[in-house]
């Protein structure tokens, strides 16, 4: 198994219905997120975990208000972000880049 499947298939999420949106949670154990990102823990990163994650189900959801935290007692790193749906167009499905499969 390629090292961005095992990150992107051992991501846990949760999602809550608001009314204009959904607030995604993910939880990514820590070994596979600081290897394939460096140890690298910044919003830019967690931008684009969430960017690979919705390609890889073909989620058409718009992030917003994206946010990341090292949970060091859990051993993971946490994102949250708000996913829009409304008014949004069908996106094209992208590779998943190299440096996820380590």
Same mark, same amino acid.
């Given at each position: ?48 975990? /969430?960017?690979?994650? /919705? ?48």
């Amino acid at each position: 198994m390629k090292g961005s499947d095992l990150l992107l298939n051992n991501i846990k999420e949760r999602r809550v219905k608001l009314s204009d949106k959904y607030e995604l949670y993910m939880e990514i154990p820590e070994k596979e997120y600081l290897l394939a990102y460096d140890n690298n823990i910044n919003e830019e990163n967690a931008q684009d975990v /969430l960017l690979q994650y /919705l390609n890889k189900y073909q989620d058409d959801g718009i992030a917003k208000n994206v946010r990341i935290k090292h949970d060091l007692s859990n051993h993971s790193v946490n994102i949250r972000a708000d996913l829009i749906y409304e008014g949004n167009e069908h996106t094209e499905p992208r590779n998943t880049p190299d440096y996820l499969a380590h």
